[in-house]
């Protein structure tokens, strides 16, 4: 009998690639931003209460007939002719038949065999600079599900004591971008799965098509994993790790699910064809159901919508309405910004582009910029095991805190417990640092007495100060900075310090 998926533990990364050469495919949902639902006049809108924003076509009632939305279609259009993909002339919609409780009609209206965008691809940059092509098989219209919330145990499905569905999201428009199967990435598979969904969520904001925000489930990605001997060419059975949404848990659910597979093999196991469950806190995948094929879901054309026709004048004239292509706006924020090829790349890698073009934006320089979001907020989003962009730390607010650094009203580790504060819900900057007093000590007479203080407790670091050692001055800053608890000048207290030493400073 064959072992089962969970019977063998994990090979390591490396072991893996000593045997099997990684395949991948993956499904990337993106919600629209329409005012309205893919076929309903019920708001298209995140966060209002359970339920609300729902109508009789939403919940499938009897003789409620869905008409289609015009601007979703101009959002797939657009989203595939940035994924270069060839627009067809005639597509319609499908009936796609399933049970379950976030599904009230008991189908999903999506496209089977005619979708409106296929046989594109997408140029992906990874890290280093070198580039992968991807291959598109389609994109195509359909619209969400709803939500569940399972209640008791860890808030999944399994342990549960019940669920809550909310259909505030059933009928939001998605356009789903399915892949061809990826090979010959090796070891650089994981980063690569990060690279694509990372470009694709790139392409949605630069069309203004989808907020994008994978906190809020904007963009979800299913990502696709098998192995196959090295060698051979004959693919072995995929997992698919559903609904991933962050760019750091794309690459590391492909990373585990290759480990994973490798291990099941080399124990002469059998991996089974399912979904897979993304669990963040452990990094590993958890079993879901058994992955249906589309025989199993009984397509067939959805009798209520007519098929659209899509004109060759049309198609053009949303091409021409198409912003610069992200590769090419990334070649010019580099050299606009003056970073060099590893900082760029630093920059991409960790997904900052929008929020450091958007803070230079509002006036700080690129340096700056970038020192902040590279930095102390990364670090700050590294100890919440969160993205950087997914913390509430608005461009205006970078801007503002790092202007109190150059006003000389706050020093660097001042900002750095203000941003904390902000982060806890205490305001804007300038409000902390009032009503928490926070500016540095700058006043002759506060400093003085905490500089005498630092001299004659340290009578060897003055003696070497006078001896010409002046870095030395740095042993005295420090017992000031404890002196005034971290908000001294440190400019002044060295200048202090020349001062009653009769030294020019």
Known sequence: MSQSTTDAAPLSFEAALETYEPVMGFEIHVELNTATKMFSSAPNAFGDDPNTNVNEVDLGMPGALPVLNGAAVESAIKLGLALNCQIASFCRFARKQYFYPDTPKNWQTSQYDEPIAFDGHLDVELDDGEVFRIEIERAHMEEDAGKLTHAGGTGRIQGSEYSLVDYNRAGVPLIEIVTKPITGAGARAPELARAYATAVRDIVKGLNISEARMER???????????MPKGSATFGTRSETKNVNSLRAVEHAVHYEIRRHAGVLSAGGSVVQETRHWKEDSRTTSSGRPKSDADDYRYFPEPDLVPISVTADWV???RAQLPEPPAERRRRLREAWGFSEAEFRDVVAAGLIDQ??????HGAAPAAARKWWMGEISRLAKTRDADPAALDVQPATVV?????????RINDKIARQVLEHHLA???????IVTVRGLEVVSDDGALTAAVEKAMAENPDVVEKVQGGKLKAIGALIGPVMKETQGQADAAKVKEIVLEKLGMTP
């Open 356 to 361: 450091i073009e958007e803070t230079v934006a």
């Open 316 to 318: 053009e004239q949303l």
């Open 400 to 408: 503002e805190l790092n202007q109190l650094v150059e006003q000389g």
């Open 217 to 227: 489930g904007n963009v979800r990605c299913d990502a696709n994993v098998s192995l």
């Open 425 to 431: 819900g205490e305001g804007a900057p300038s409000h």
